[in-house]
């Protein structure tokens, strides 16, 4: 064990490892996806029960998944034979987290994609001058044309692969520090602006009064499946880069800063968008083309609208390719960790496979749009409900019980927990991990399948 660590390898610093965890969690999630999760699910009521679930059910998660990777020092799947042996059926947990981040790049690729078509469509100055129709219709311009899409999703998935093979030093933590410091000094920037804006007092009227009386069931179920996709949790990610950790770190202080900054960009990002949205006399729930169509939009019109416009994609940008990253990483680190391969081949093969399993989903946008092999949905629809409605959740779910019910070694992870000077600490994570975390986790995928 001490040899195999020896040999490892590991972050440079604290401060590394938790911008590049960061960065794994902050992405289209918190810029693109809760924006308009929250102006469809009604503002202040389910940001409140998305802030909830992030605490009672997402921190401990991630604090478990950490924990088992730290402990294993090896990938998710390695993770789990070191703890359990060869053969031991919680591999599979392992097993689905490398295919389930697998997946997951192969269509997030697509999306991200549209956003470095839109940070040179704003570098160009396209947008300023045209009227809402005509930035609405360049949308559908990209997206209808095959070619575009899946050039940029190549693009994309180059980029990730040119970051991880310069390895955990090398490539992932010398990004994240530079795409990270980057990323918030620009969505500081944007968060002032719309504070300046006539729309600032609606839109933290929106996100912070809470309306009980709007929140659905569907809202509830809403918020904590994306309390797991936005912390990256249930997919193998935090286990692989928890694994990168010295054995001494402290688990709680280090999981709490990077949920910390995820719940922070994701709350910053709502309330730059909606702040322009709404002083545009826009509708907050206009889905998915909230920032690919409304946000251009609304800057169009505002002074330096074209800046902002750039600043504003430069940061879509650079979120996603933190977190996509660490969605290769983790099949890498598989093959690297259990196969014996060298990281060079590792990187290649499993870009390269993202890029042809995540054609389909690239081309549903256009000429397979009609093309709905299951329950009448696209490619595209059916890799996002596979991971992010039940494979997320039920990793997640099996983290949760196995550091909740069948993990051996009590002291042992209390001490890694910071045992003595927390006393409070552990039997609280255990109590939610135990009780907590599942039955809401069911509670999801019950309802997923139609129960409720
Ligand atoms: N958390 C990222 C976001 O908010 C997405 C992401 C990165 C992710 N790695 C993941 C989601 C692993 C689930 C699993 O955009």
Redesign the pocket.
Known sequence: MADQRAGRAHWASRFGFVLAAAG???????I??FPYITGQNGGGAFVLVYLGCIVVVGLPIMMAEFLIGRHGQRDAVGSFVALEGKGSPWCLVGWGGVA??FI?LSF?AVVAGWSFDYVVKSAMGTFPGRSAGEINALFGGLVSSPLQVVFWQGFFVAATVSIVLGGIRGGIERWSKVLMPVLFMLLVLLFVRGMLSPGAGAALDFMFRPDFGRLTPQALLDALGHA??????????MITYGSYLHPKSDLFSLSVRITVL?TLVALLSGLAIFSVVFAAGLEPAAGPGLVFQTIPIVFASLPFGSLLAFVFFVLLAF??LS??I??LE?SVAYLIDEKGWGRKRSTFLIGSLAFLVGLPSALSFNVWAQVTPLFGKTFFDLMDVL??SYM?PLGGLFVALYAGWFWKGEGEKEELLGGRHRAWLFPLWHFLLRYVAPSAVLLILLNQIGVF
């Open positions: 794994s969690a902050i992405g289209l999630g918190n693109w996806k389930a981040s997951v997030y797991f996709f936005t912390l990256s949790l249930g997919a193998g990610t995820d979120a996603a977190s996509s660490s969605m983790v991971v992010s997320f």
